[in-house]
């Protein structure tokens, strides 16, 4: 079958970095997702990795590594409207977007 | 403002009840998305229209019925729910299904009682 496993939950403190992991299993690959879902509102598009390597956009950078299934997500100076949840989603060989469960991030002062 | 607009944003519902969600999209794109969203869960893909026609039932029970009158609107009509039916329901849209990023909206909140 195809997963995607992410952490449930993480904690951070204002101005720190955090970096939060996916890892994935599925039927091929054509591109892995980052959406960021704040409380009560829409998920939305955050970065896109389908050649392994590290995209940097801001405070905000995403990496991949293909042949380890593998991706992280990478925020720097964290600030408390980072709070929310970070959805991995991977598209299979069917152009299929398969998700993960979402990781919450709590930001502390 | 998300370009997707879902309403109502709340919805509370009996079991016997008929309800219908609405999305409504105002970037010009042509493939819509019906999601579920339960906590803790990924998302789980219930309907895919591209250009009007629909290219995907995921097994959704038929409770739940579809409608895409043309490429700006997606409804979803809601009978004779059960209480595990309770969730988020999202509309998104893109470009085209299977050109990606998609666009969601805010979302329905769902209760069945």
């Known amino acids: 079958g195809q997963n995607i496993d992410q952490p449930t939950e993480m904690t951070a403190t204002e101005g720190a970095i955090v970096q939060i992991n996916c890892t994935y299993q599925t039927s091929g690959f054509n591109g892995l997702f980052w959406y960021q879902q704040h409380a009560g509102e829409a998920p939305t598009f955050l970065s896109y990795n389908v050649l392994d390597g590290l995209e940097e956009k801001g405070r905000f950078s995403s990496f991949l590594s293909r042949s380890k299934g593998y991706s992280y997500l990478l925020l720097k100076e964290l600030q408390m409207k980072d709070s929310a949840s970070y959805l991995c989603a991977v598209k299979d060989s069917n152009y299929q977007l398969i998700w993960g469960a979402g990781t919450k991030l709590i930001i502390k002062p | 403002e998300t370009g997707v607009t879902q309403t109502p944003r709340h919805l509370v519902m009996g079991m016997t009840n008929k309800k219908s969600l609405k999305c409504e999209q105002h970037l010009g794109h042509n493939a819509m998305y019906w999601y579920k969203q339960s906590a803790k869960k990924p998302l789980e893909l219930m309907f895919v229209?591209?250009?009007?026609?629909?290219?995907e039932n995921n097994s959704v029970p038929s409770r739940f019925s579809p409608e895409c009158p043309n490429s700006s609107h997606l409804f979803l009509h809601l009978h004779t729910l059960q209480p595990e039916d309770s969730a988020l329901y999202l509309c998104a849209s893109s470009q085209e299904a299977e050109i990606h990023p998609l666009h969601f909206g805010n979302g329905t909140r769902l209760t069945v009682t």
């Open positions: 229209y591209n250009f009007k026609e629909q290219t």
